[in-house]
């Protein structure tokens, strides 16, 4: 069936008909031009209901009584400000039982009448005021819940003081209930050899549904962490352990708005407000990748967009919210790696790597992730790094430069001298495999070499971690750390290359790259030039004797990654920007399609 847009003979309209067709053709383009959501033609699930929203002066309560006596509404999406709501039900015939009863429907009981026109779409809109900007798979639904709903949930829960003494020494920044498993926050585990009594909530049941119907959440969550906040009260940063949960979390906010951080590891920082009765569902990078927090403070500065557009404080108050999580029951075996972030420091200390050291503190998570005794290669291994960072593993560095591992050699490590594009070890023998700032160095044609050379020593579900400089030294609006380094510099300097004698620039440091094929100058230090070999690099000017320059090839997005994909028997698992580096972790296959020698 065709809707709105009938094709063939039609009937003659009414001039009421008419005057629906109308309106209904105008609330289609200003959703189109504002929201750039498109109505279509045929039925499904999902309705747009123009004149609906919380900006006509709609409430919540009195759209769903308006709607629900024609079907089963499983979502309501509303919006402060917007002019038209979304709505979800259980099947396409309900939404079209809808849709023939209330398009066109003039509403009573507001502050003036309003007429509701309304249309399919294939999607809801996720509601939220810039979805572009928000870390990948996180998604914020506001008004997931009626104020109804919100008090029955908070009536449901009797805080006893006595009982949080226990936790107030764990947790100096708020009260915690479990259901259904106990959370320790002592080593961030979950108990699921004992299983709590009552398990989740029944009343909880309905809203866990709609997160599963609206495709939110994969699977059914059998543990609930309800947090309580006074104003003044927060969570560190964290990532919630992979390990004892599955992808997919799903935080239910009332009683006071508050603002979230998310930081991704290279430092960028992005604060999502959830209004009260919203739905913050973290999944993918945003939920392995980013840490999630709450910086303890009685207000947040929050953009008034109804208003001026400037900024505003709006001060928190108690604030409750409920966090539902799957338990994984599968031991982990996957390459992520919890970042060792704790619940409980009450300081809101930031996890970015731009603090720490070592340089690329991913990596040593990575190698401090692997399992005990696992056999590690690194390949251009430099000064050792990384050879230290998990003493549990049996590790084997290896670099062309012969200085380098000699240092390595005096520091107790397992090194060898060889090229990373013919390495001297045997096939299918290590677990883990690691190439840290190598690529980059080599020309185009040779790139592969190197995956292809990890592929190859490494066994069957042993895992590779690559690293190459980005040509995006500014990624979410946050420089890197190489070029937040000498910012003046950049500021009054014109350009980011200075004109060599052969094809290749030289790139000028701390400015933004602007080819990918550059030599970059290394200014040696006094003590340094005793080794200057070290590093094989090309010798400059004579004169010059102190600055070398390498050659970089550096990577744009998504291209260490298609150039991992080429590499037969291996698989992708995991893409990243960590600190003006592309990341790819891979994996070798157990079955290749092709035979890798
Ligand atoms: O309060 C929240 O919304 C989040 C709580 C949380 O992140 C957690 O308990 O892991
Ligand atoms: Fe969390
Ligand atoms: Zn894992």
């Given at each position: ?220 969550p059998d543990q609930l962490t309800v947090n309580r906040y006074e104003p003044g009260q927060g969570i560190p940063p964290h990532v919630d352990t992979h390990s004892a949960f599955e992808d ?193 160095h080599l020309s185009t044609a040779r790139e592969q070499r190197v995956p292809g050379g990890m592929a190859r020593v490494l066994r069957p579900g042993g895992q590779g971690l690559v690293y ?130």
């Open positions: 069936m065709v809707v709105g847009e009938g094709e063939g003979e039609r009937p003659k309209l009414t001039k009421a008909q008419k005057k629906v067709l109308r309106k209904q053709q105008k609330a289609k383009l200003t959703l189109l031009r504002h929201e750039g959501v498109p109505l279509v033609t045929h039925i499904t699930e999902h309705l747009v209901i123009a004149n609906g929203g919380l900006g006509n002066g709609m409430s919540r309560e009195l759209l769903t009584s308006i709607l629900q006596p024609f079907g089963h509404l499983l979502v309501l999406h509303m919006l402060p400000g917007k002019p038209y709501a979304f709505a979800s039900f259980s099947s396409s015939a309900d939404a079209e039982r809808v849709y023939r009863s209330l398009n066109g429907f003039t509403v009573s009981g507001t502050a003036r009448h309003i007429t509701l026109y309304l249309g399919f779409v294939e999607q809801v809109l996720c509601l939220q005021e810039d979805p572009s900007s928000l870390p990948p798979g996180l998604l914020l639904i506001p008004n997931f819940v009626s104020e109804e709903y919100e008090q029955e949930l908070l009536n449901f829960l009797a805080w006893d003081e006595a009982e949080e003494i226990q936790d107030k020494r764990v947790l100096k920044h708020r009260r915690v209930k479990h259901f259904g498993f106990e959370f320790c926050y002592e080593d961030n585990s979950v108990n699921k050899a004992n299983p709590l009594p009552g398990g989740i909530p029944s009343l909880c049941d309905e809203m866990i549904s709609n997160c599963l119907v609206a495709g939110y959440i994969q699977h059914r997919g979390i799903v935080s239910l906010s009332l009683g006071s708005q508050v603002v979230m951080d998310f930081r991704h590891p290279c430092g960028t920082r992005v604060p999502v407000f959830l209004p009260a009765r919203s739905l913050l569902v973290m999944s993918g990078e945003s939920r392995y990748l980013w840490s999630h927090g709450i910086t303890p403070r009685k207000f947040d500065i929050i953009s008034n967009r109804l208003q001026d557009g400037g900024p505003t404080l709006a001060n928190r108050g108690m604030r409750i919210s409920f966090s539902f999580r799957k338990v994984c029951w599968q031991p982990c075996h996957c390459c992520r790696f919890d970042l060792g972030l704790t619940y409980t420091r009450n300081t809101d200390r930031r996890i970015s790597a731009t603090q720490g050291t070592p340089p690329w503190p991913h990596v040593a998570a990575f190698v401090r992730g692997l399992p005990d005794a696992a056999l590690l290669l690194d390949i251009g291994c430099g000064n050792g790094k990384y050879l230290s960072a998990n003493r549990g593993l049996a590790m084997i560095g290896c670099d062309r430069s012969m200085p380098l591992t000699e240092i390595c050699h005096q520091r107790g490590f397992q090194v060898l001298v060889c090229d990373a594009l013919s390495l001297p070890v045997r096939s299918t023998s290590f677990d883990a495999c690691l190439s840290i700032a190598v690529v980059h190459v400089w980005a040509l995006e030294q500014e990624y979410m609006h946050v420089r890197s750390k190489y070029l937040q380094q000498k910012q003046q510099d950049a500021q009054c300097t014109n350009g980011s290359m200075v004109p060599s004698a052969g094809l290749l620039s030289v790139h000028k440091n701390r400015m933004p790259f602007s080819s990918q094929d550059v030599l970059v100058p290394w200014h040696l230090k006094t003590q340094e030039k005793q080794n200057a070999s070290f590093a094989g690099s090309s010798l400059s000017a004579p004169d010059q004797r102190s600055v070398h320059h390498r050659f970089y090839h550096v990577f744009r997005k998504g291209e260490l990654e298609c150039l991992c994909r080429r590499v037969p028997g291996i698989h992708v698992i995991e893409t990243y920007y960590d600190q003006g580096n592309w990341c790819v972790i891979f994996e070798k296959m157990c079955h290749p399609s092709s035979t890798v020698l």
